[in-house]
């Protein structure tokens, strides 16, 4: 009955006797190591993992313990990584369970889903604050207005200017982080569509020392979008690329399928991957993990708000930026799915 359980698991999972003897090993362990589970019985640890052997050995453990990053030759000679969770067990043997899970499978999950909660509390965190700050601003630039029409002092009218254009600035930037309150606009179309309008836009402000470079997976069938949202996207990530490389460099933009990808809790059988890579300098390693949060720039100019729009609408076709940046080589993921429950609410909006 247990043994059931195990041989269904996807998770590859393996039992160690007290003398470092494997056991028993399930399905999911075998293909994960490239051996045969029946014949792989009564083999020491050790020739498999010498590392988990060497910490079992010396420290006999006694608690659940997490090894990270354990080499692994497979038969077939392929190299792999894992993470290997030792928990010691009383039945049906005194040994250890030995989970083993592939380094950089854990890697990806974990940092998608570490971007995706990211984005979801830092979006409402500046959709409430946008919201909060906007009442009271109204009542203070309407106040200042009144104001105006009782003064008759330019010295103090010039005061109360500046209220009323200060105000207005503030609050047409709320009102881009809050987004506009359009309707989705949800047509079938072809992803390569939407990034020839990018790049003819682009071409025109193109300074002379950056060569552009398509790379199209021409098969890509079409999918539901919304082309304007997208394409905003695609130019938010252009313009940033072309920033980065101050006049010269090579901005590529790739398209690839991707077959079975979990995005968001969600497997997708087929997922666009759209790449915008530059050669520019790099994102700043300070600032990697909060590119996606609004108002994070480097630029005197900037508005820190192109890439959680970006992140933002791509999230709403089911989808997900990932970026990946060292200096001279900047890649932009963007995964799109191709089915994908369309939402209606709060379209574009931060
Ligand atoms: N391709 C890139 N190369 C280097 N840094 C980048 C790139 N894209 C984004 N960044 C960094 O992320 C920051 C945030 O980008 P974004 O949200 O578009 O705001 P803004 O462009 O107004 O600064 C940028 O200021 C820059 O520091
Ligand atoms: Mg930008």
Redesign the pocket.
């Given at each position: 009955m247990h043994q059931e359980i195990l041989e269904s698991l996807e998770t590859a999972v393996a039992l160690l006797s007290q003398d470092r003897v494997i056991r028993y090993m399930n399905p999911a362990a075998g293909e994960l190591l490239g051996v045969s589970v029946r014949r792989i019985q009564g083999t020491p640890i050790l020739s498999l993992m010498p590392d988990v052997d060497a910490q079992l050995a010396m420290h006999s453990v006694q608690q659940s313990l997490t090894l990270h990053d354990i080499p692994i030759v497979r038969a077939d000679n392929k190299n792999l990584r894992l993470t290997c969770t030792l928990t010691p067990v009383e039945v049906p043997v005194s040994g250890w369970v030995l989970e083993m899970t592939p380094r950089d499978r854990f890697d990806r999950i974990s940092q998608e889903e570490a971007l995706w909660a990211q984005y979801e509390a830092s979006t409402l965190l500046a959709r409430n604050l946008a919201h909060e700050i906007k009442n009271p601003l109204a009542g203070i630039s309407g106040s200042a207005q009144l104001l105006a029409r009782q003064l008759s002092s330019s010295r103090q009218l010039e005061f109360v200017d500046v209220i009323i254009k200060e105000t207005t600035r503030l609050n047409n930037l709320l009102d881009g982080m809050l987004g506009g309150n359009q309707p989705a606009h949800w047509v079938t179309h072809n992803i390569h569509a939407v990034l020839e309008h990018v790049t003819q836009v682009v071409s025109g402000q193109l300074p002379e020392g950056i060569r552009l470079h398509k790379d199209y997976d021409p098969s890509l069938p079409e999918f539901v979008m919304d082309f304007d949202r997208l394409v905003q996207v695609f130019l938010?990530?252009a313009?940033?690329?072309i920033?980065?490389m101050h006049g010269a460099g090579k901005l590529t933009i790739r398209t690839r399928i991707v077959h079975k990808m979990t995005l968001g809790n969600k497997m997708h059988p087929l997922v666009v991957a759209v790449e915008?890579c530059?050669t520019?300098?790099?994102?700043?390693p300070e600032?990697i993990d909060a590119?996606?949060l609004p108002m994070?720039?480097?630029?005197s100019e900037?508005?820190?708000?192109?890439?959680?729009i970006?992140q933002s609408i791509v999230h709403q076709h089911g989808g997900l930026i990932l970026?990946e940046?060292q200096k001279g080589n900047?890649v932009?993921r963007v995964f799109l799915p191709l089915t994908h429950e369309k939402e209606n609410n709060d379209w574009g909006s931060l």
């Amino acid at each position: 009955m247990h043994q059931e359980i195990l041989e269904s698991l996807e998770t590859a999972v393996a039992l160690l006797s007290q003398d470092r003897v494997i056991r028993y090993m399930n399905p999911a362990a075998g293909e994960l190591l490239g051996v045969s589970v029946r014949r792989i019985q009564g083999t020491p640890i050790l020739s498999l993992m010498p590392d988990v052997d060497a910490q079992l050995a010396m420290h006999s453990v006694q608690q659940s313990l997490t090894l990270h990053d354990i080499p692994i030759v497979r038969a077939d000679n392929k190299n792999l990584r894992l993470t290997c969770t030792l928990t010691p067990v009383e039945v049906p043997v005194s040994g250890w369970v030995l989970e083993m899970t592939p380094r950089d499978r854990f890697d990806r999950i974990s940092q998608e889903e570490a971007l995706w909660a990211q984005y979801e509390a830092s979006t409402l965190l500046a959709r409430n604050l946008a919201h909060e700050i906007k009442n009271p601003l109204a009542g203070i630039s309407g106040s200042a207005q009144l104001l105006a029409r009782q003064l008759s002092s330019s010295r103090q009218l010039e005061f109360v200017d500046v209220i009323i254009k200060e105000t207005t600035r503030l609050n047409n930037l709320l009102d881009g982080m809050l987004g506009g309150n359009q309707p989705a606009h949800w047509v079938t179309h072809n992803i390569h569509a939407v990034l020839e309008h990018v790049t003819q836009v682009v071409s025109g402000q193109l300074p002379e020392g950056i060569r552009l470079h398509k790379d199209y997976d021409p098969s890509l069938p079409e999918f539901v979008m919304d082309f304007d949202r997208l394409v905003q996207v695609f130019l938010n990530l252009a313009r940033n690329a072309i920033d980065a490389m101050h006049g010269a460099g090579k901005l590529t933009i790739r398209t690839r399928i991707v077959h079975k990808m979990t995005l968001g809790n969600k497997m997708h059988p087929l997922v666009v991957a759209v790449e915008v890579c530059d050669t520019g300098e790099g994102i700043p390693p300070e600032l990697i993990d909060a590119i996606f949060l609004p108002m994070i720039t480097n630029k005197s100019e900037g508005t820190g708000l192109g890439l959680p729009i970006a992140q933002s609408i791509v999230h709403q076709h089911g989808g997900l930026i990932l970026a990946e940046s060292q200096k001279g080589n900047t890649v932009f993921r963007v995964f799109l799915p191709l089915t994908h429950e369309k939402e209606n609410n709060d379209w574009g909006s931060l």
